[in-house]
C-alpha cells in the first residue's frame, strides 16, 4: 500500500466515532463528551478546536503547538490510535513532541474491516456471475482492482466477494454468465449477459453494496455502515450520537 503523509491548515469538522461517554468539564464551563470506546474520528464532527487542528495537518501538512493538542483532551485519548475521515479520504495521525512543542502530521491510507460487496441470489437455482470490484483510490493502494472473477451462487444463499472489505470511493461491475435451469422453467428467467454497476462511498453512513438477483432483474442495495461517531455543535456543545 502506498501512504503518502499530508500536512495541513484545514478547517475540518471532525466527529469521533460509536461509544461516547462521560461529560467533561472545560475551565470555561462548557462540558464535552469524549468519544474513548472508538477510534474512528469523522473531522466534520469535531468542534472548532480540534477541527482546526486536524484541517490543518491535512491541508497544509502539519499542525504545531505548544504543550498538548486540543483533540487530545476533546476526545481524552491516544491520537495516534484514532482513524480520521476527510471528504471521504482516510488518514492516520503521526504526532511528534520535543523541546515542548507538540506537531501533528497525517499520512493517507485505505481502511479494511468493512462488510464487503455480496451477492444475493433470489432464484432457485445456482447463478454464475462475473464481477469486478475497483477501488478508485489508485494514488494510495498498489493494487486498486480488488476482485476480477467469476463466483457461482447457489439457488437462495449469498456470498460475499473475497477482498472487497474496504472503506473508500469503490466501482462495482456485475455480469450474470450463467443461469443453471432448464427445460419449463428457464422461460421465467430473463438475466442472461445482463450488466449492473455501481459506485459509492463506502464509509460510515454507508457501508457496502449487495447485488440482488431476482428472475427478470438486478438491483442494488446498500449495506447501512456498521460505523458510530459523536457530534458536537460548533461551540463545542455535544449533540448526540449517529446514528442513535
Known sequence: MKRRSILAALSLSTAGIAGCMSSVMRSDNESHYPCDHTSWIVVNGLPDQPKEELTTAIMDGEYTTSGDLQLSDWLNRDVESLLLTYEDRHYKPIINREN??????????VPTGNKGVRV???LDYSVTVKARVEHEYDDVLDEPVLFDGEVKV???RRVTLDNTDYYGRMQVEFEIKEVDVSGEEASRINLNQEYREETWDADVGQGSKILNIYPTRLSFDTITGSQAYCRWTGNGRFSGIWPG
Not at 515542548?100 to 491510507?109: N, S
Open 120 to 122: 444475493n441470489n433470489e
Open 154 to 156: 447457489d439457488g437462495g
Open 100 to 109: 515542548g512543542m507538540t506537531r501533528l502530521q497525517v499520512t493517507e491510507i
